[in-house]
Each structure stands twice: as C-alpha cells, then as structure tokens.
C-alpha cells in the first residue's frame, strides 16, 4: 500500500505557507483611503466606459480549442524524446491519438465552430428575407 503521509505533510505545508502569506499581507500592508484609490490605473490613461465589454462567444470557443489541439503538441513532443525507447507501439499510439484530434477537428469545422462569417446559407436567407420585405 501507498504511504500517502508526503502528499498530506506537503498539502499541509502549502495552505499553511498560503494562509502565511494572506495574514501577513493583511497585517503590513498598506491601507490609504484616497479619493482614486478604489479606480483602476492604465498606464496614466483615464479610463471611461465600463469594464464588462460584451465579446462574441466565437472568442472563447477558439481560445478553447487553441488550448485542446494546443496540448496536443505537448504530446507529440513527449512522443518524440521518447520515440527509441516505445517503438512502434508507441508509434501506433500516436496516430491513433492524431486521428481522434483530426477527427475532433473535422467535426468542429462541420459545425461552424472556425466560421467567423456567416454562412452562405444565412446570408442566402438574409438577402431573401429581405427582399420580401421590401415588395
């Protein structure tokens, strides 16, 4: 059986060494009151407007699937330090794994998740929907 007292004594460690850190800076940390206190600086310019700008989804979901076949590359370089010493097993891995993310990502692309545009479908429609309105 696995000992697992280390993982305990460095988890313990951690969140003694982090609530360390949150009372000593509430304890020596400055406190002023000042009429810009509470507003945000950027670099010397004013800000206006508010913070909560309204972004399209499409943002995210490409910043997601960065990240996925991002990750992938951490992957394949690990294969490929490690390529004498798995062989070809290691080789048939691979391509199994390459072909899951190109199947993933052929998938993404039917379903409109890379078109920034609207399709051709949609602008079809559009362009019908309103020529029917004006007759």
Same mark, same amino acid.
């Given at each position: 059986?696995?000992?697992?007292?280390?993982?305990?004594?460095?988890?313990?460690?951690?969140?003694?060494?982090?609530? =360390?850190?949150?009372?000593?800076?509430?304890?020596?940390? #400055?406190?002023?009151?000042?009429?810009?206190?509470? #507003?945000?600086?950027?670099?010397?310019?004013? $800000?206006? =407007? $508010?913070?909560?700008?309204?972004?399209?989804?499409?943002?995210?979901?490409?910043?997601?699937?960065?990240?996925?076949?991002?990750?992938?590359?951490?992957?394949?370089?690990?294969?490929?330090?490690?390529?004498?010493?798995?062989g070809w097993g290691g080789?048939?891995?691979?391509?199994?794994?390459?072909?899951?993310?190109?199947? =993933?990502?052929?998938?993404?692309?039917?379903?409109?998740?890379?078109?920034?545009?609207? $399709?051709?479908?949609?602008?079809?429609?559009?362009?019908?929907?309103?020529?029917?309105?004006?007759?």
């Open positions: 059986m696995i000992s697992l007292w280390p993982l305990a004594a460095y988890a313990g460690f951690v969140l003694f060494l982090v609530a =360390g850190v949150i009372v000593l800076s509430l304890v020596l940390g #400055e406190r002023h009151q000042g009429r810009a206190a509470g #507003e945000p600086y950027e670099s010397g310019i004013v $800000s206006t =407007g $508010s913070a909560h700008v309204r972004l399209s989804s499409k943002y995210y979901l490409v910043a997601i699937l960065f990240v996925l076949f991002d990750l992938e590359a951490v992957f394949i370089f690990a294969w490929a330090i490690a390529v004498a010493e798995i080789y048939c891995g691979l391509l199994v794994f390459v072909a899951i993310l190109v199947v =993933g990502l052929i998938y993404e692309w039917r379903q409109g998740a890379l078109d920034w545009g609207r $399709s051709r479908k949609a602008t079809v429609r559009a362009r019908e929907a309103r020529l029917s309105s004006q007759k």
